[in-house]
């Protein structure tokens, strides 16, 4: 991959001291050579259902051609506001991937502890819905991957590409540390 490909990666922050019901969200734009290239920031509710629609805004409002790949962190942010991978890759245009750091045996268990009814009903849906969760191994370290407009090999290519060193693509910990900071100082 080129070192000026760029990726959005979209990470979340939650601070739950203040009683709050609005998630942080921001979206980095970063190069293959880890040069930052933009930030934007959004929100979604906490246990709501907007988090996709925040992050097709956080895309829309970057207004950027030049991103390749949008890389989100997890599934499931703000508390079970699942993300429709679908929904974000027909919007983006461009290859979607869902990137996580830790095995998991799936939201199907914990979804139906915390819901009940119509709220239960359309997560497993959403849930249900996603392309299947593969791992893949990236500098010693454990990914977990969904992936929307990538085969196998090319989402271990993206990545292997910009994960330069730990386990965590830079586009996703740039972004975690930008959310965090703005969570910070709302």
Known sequence: MKPGARALGIAESYRNDDGGSASTLAGAVVRADRALDGLA?????VGGRDATDAVCELF???DREDVRYVLVAGIA????????????????????????????????DALRREFSGEAL??????????PTRRRTEVNGHDLYW??????????????????????????????????RAADAHR
């Open 121 to 130: 009903e359309r997560r497993l849906a959403t849930y249900e819905r996603q």
């Open 60 to 62: 829309s409002a970057l």
């Open 77 to 108: 942010p703000a508390w079970y506001n699942l993300l429709d991978l679908h929904r974000i890759h027909e919007h983006v245009s461009r290859p979607v991937c869902s990137v996580s750091f830790e095995a998991s045996a799936g939201l199907e």
């Open 41 to 45: 920031f959004g929100s979604c509710t």
């Open 146 to 179: 969904r992936a929307l407009g990538l085969d196998g090999p090319g989402a271990r290519e993206l990545l292997s590409a910009f994960t330069p060193e730990g386990g965590r693509p830079e586009p996703l910990r740039v972004a975690r540390i930008a959310a």
